[in-house]
Structure formats: C-alpha cells, structure tokens
T-cell receptor, first 111, second 114 residues
Framework: QKEVEQDPGPLSVPEGAIVSLNCTYS??????FMWYRQYSRKGPELLMYTYSSGNKEDGRFTAQVDKSSKYISLFIRDSQPSDSATYLCATSTGTASKLTFGTGTRLQVTL | DTGVSQDPRHKITKRGQNVTFRCDPISEHNRLYWYRQTLGQGPEFLTY????????KSRLLSDRFSAERPKGSFSTLEIQRTEQGDSAMYLCATRDIAGYNEQFFGPGTRLTVL
C-alpha cells in the first residue's frame, strides 16, 4: 500500500464548475501538505502549502487538511480550461524533507 | 520558468549504455533533490544533497545510479548499464533551507531506453 493514495481520474468537468480533489495518507508523521500542478511534459509547480490541519485559501483554490482522518483536499472554484492539468498531492515530515507524492489526478475542464 | 534548469531535456539510449543528466539549481538554494516519475505516477524520491553532502538515498537508487554535487552547485545523476525499466522523467528540485518551504522543480529530463 502506498503512503499517499490519490484517485488518478481522469476527471472531466464543465467550465465554471467546482472541482474537488482528494488524497488519503497513512503515515502519521506527515506534517506538511502540498498540492502541485503539473502540465503535460513540464515539472510540477507548487499551488498550495499547508502545515498541519486546517484550511488555506488562495484565490480560486482552497486546501483542506484533516489529520484526524488523514485526508487532504483541494477545491477549485470557477474552474477554467487553463486549469486542465494533473494535480499532485504531496506530504513531508519536515520543512526540508523529501516529498512523498500521490499518483496525481488528471483534470480536464471543458468549454 | 522556476529558475531550475536540467539538461538534456530528452535522452534516447540503448539498453546497456551509460547516461548522465545535469541539474543547475537556483543559485542561493542549498538543498537539491532528485525524483523519478514514470507515466501515470507521481514523482518518487531518489536522493538529496545539502550543499555538496549527499544526505539521503532511496532504496530505489540501485548501485547502477550515482549522484554528485561537486562544490554544492550543479548536480549530476548517472545511470550505468541502463535498463528499459529506467525509462522515466528525472526531475530535479531545489530549495533554500532558510527560506520558504517550496521545492522548485526543473522541467525534467525524459529518458527512453530502447
């Protein structure tokens, strides 16, 4: 069993929809939680970063972490075709530690 | 463009050949990480350096793989006697240990072993 589980999708939504992406993890030592976006044939870029449980909002993006259930979520409001990409959740045990990634969810936002 | 560069962007090689990849980090970043990403999977950690010291290696890093970071600047990842299972995207990421906790990823080197 992988330490971080993520539904690979693909997930297809119409433009303007609210998107919900989720991951679960098994290692209680994970303290830092991130969401990366990866366009085809590019390196991942950081979208959201959260320490411990709680919510964080940045524009159309909201990240949620529930450490009691080991559940990580990313919500995208008013989704745009430019949001079409693979979204990777990632965790780490420390601020400078290696990242452990989920498999990534491929999102397609259609016109 | 994050400021992390990798060379080459693509490499096609025959099984059994040796290949070397290079990563040039953002200049003030003293931590450098290597990850491997296969199709449909998330990146998997291989190894990381703080300055020139290699601090951790994954069990994924077989004895055919070696990484260096001379003088704490650029890093190289060498794969000896390549196998078809080595075909993947090799990603380099860097961060400033004193700064924000973001790992900046390069564009990756896509390796195809025939």
């Amino acid at each position: 069993q992988k330490e971080v589980e993520q539904d690979p999708g693909p997930l297809s939504v119409p433009e303007g929809a609210i998107v919900s992406l989720n991951c679960t993890y098994s290692n209680s030592a994970f303290q830092y939680f991130m969401w990366y976006r990866q366009y085809s044939r590019k390196g991942p870029e950081l979208l959201m970063y959260t320490y411990s449980s709680g919510n964080k909002e940045d524009g159309r993006f909201t990240a949620q972490v529930d450490k009691s259930s080991k559940y990580i979520s990313l919500f995208i409001r008013d989704s745009q075709p430019s949001d079409s990409a693979t979204y990777l959740c990632a965790t780490s045990t420390g601020t400078a530690s290696k990242l452990t990634f989920g498999t990534g969810t491929r999102l397609q936002v259609t016109l | 463009d994050t400021g992390v560069s990798q060379d080459p962007r693509h490499k096609i090689t025959k099984r059994g050949q040796n290949v070397t990849f290079r990563c040039d980090p953002i200049s003030e970043h003293n931590r450098l990480y290597w990850y491997r990403q296969t199709l449909g999977q998330g990146p998997e950690f291989l190894t990381y350096f703080q300055n020139e010291a290699q601090l951790e290696k994954s069990r994924l890093l077989s004895d055919r793989f070696s990484a260096e970071r001379p003088k704490g600047s650029f890093s190289t990842l060498e794969i000896q006697r390549t196998e078809q299972g080595d075909s993947a995207m090799y990603l380099c990421a860097t961060r400033d240990i004193a700064g924000y906790n973001e790992q900046f990823f390069g564009p990756g080197t896509r390796l195809t072993v025939l």
